[in-house]
């Protein structure tokens, strides 16, 4: 099963959940944004990889924008080399507009990384070969006012109906990309990590989170992350 399967399994286990309050919406790029999405995992979503980083879920001026994990547009379409149409989430709240690449934001946390990355190994295709990186969960929900709900704050039975979809989802990418490392990006992916991978034979870890609502990331996260890979002796 390859990436495309696993989300096209993912996307229709999706289908039997209901959000209740407080989310009233819920935004799921892997669909408007399908075709940069598809394009992301046929271009770098090539098996094997040695270490695969696992983020929370989207952005939203990041992925929600653009289809891609910590998608900051210019990174993705001037890094990455991937473009293409944007459509609309089901229902849009107007203060969490979806623009696509036409979108002016820039979200700090994927300009964060994957400028690291394109300062520790300049091109895309070089940083590739070794790392994948995916989101735990590719869902992004807000609530009536337009604030962000993450997934470890869903209603209890939500939580724990996304989270066992999710869990398999991650299991199958894993399995498929057959990583040494599995590392994850802040304290919930790297929770969601060690619960999901518990049989498989990989080394799980943490690295900070790039979002400057984390003070350690905003004293130079490519540094910080740079010093957490080569304490788990992944030398960048």
């Not at 992004?140 to 939500?158: H, M, Q």
């Not at 939580?159 to 994850?184: N, W």
């Amino acid at each position: 099963m390859d990436l495309l399967s696993i989300n096209r399994t993912m996307l229709h286990e999706f289908a039997g959940i209901s959000f209740g309050q407080p989310v009233k919406y819920v935004y799921n790029p892997l669909v408007y944004a399908a075709g940069p999405a598809r394009h992301y995992l046929k271009k770098f979503g090539i098996s094997p990889r040695e270490i695969v980083l696992v983020g929370m879920n989207p952005g939203p001026w990041g992925m929600a924008q653009t289809g891609v994990p910590f998608g900051e547009v210019n990174m993705v379409r001037n890094w990455m080399g991937i473009n293409g149409y944007v459509g609309k989430p089901e229902t849009e709240h107007s203060k969490r507009p979806v623009t696509g690449f036409d979108c002016t934001r820039s979200e700090v946390s994927g300009k964060r990384l994957w400028g690291w990355a394109r300062e520790r190994y300049g091109k895309a295709e070089i940083f590739f070969d070794r790392y994948f990186v995916a989101n735990y969960c590719p869902l992004i929900f807000f609530d009536e006012a337009g604030s962000n709900i993450t997934p470890d704050k869903l209603p209890v039975r939500s939580k724990k109906e996304l989270f066992a979809v999710c869990d398999r989802a991650l299991e199958r990418t894993v399995r498929y990309m057959g990583p040494s490392y599995v590392i994850g990006i802040g304290v919930f992916a790297h929770s969601r990590c060690v619960e999901s991978l518990s049989s498989l034979d990989v080394e799980t870890g943490r690295i900070s989170h790039p979002s400057p609502a984390n003070p350690a990331a905003n004293r130079g996260w490519a540094d910080l992350v740079e010093k957490e890979l080569s304490d788990m002796g992944i030398v960048p």
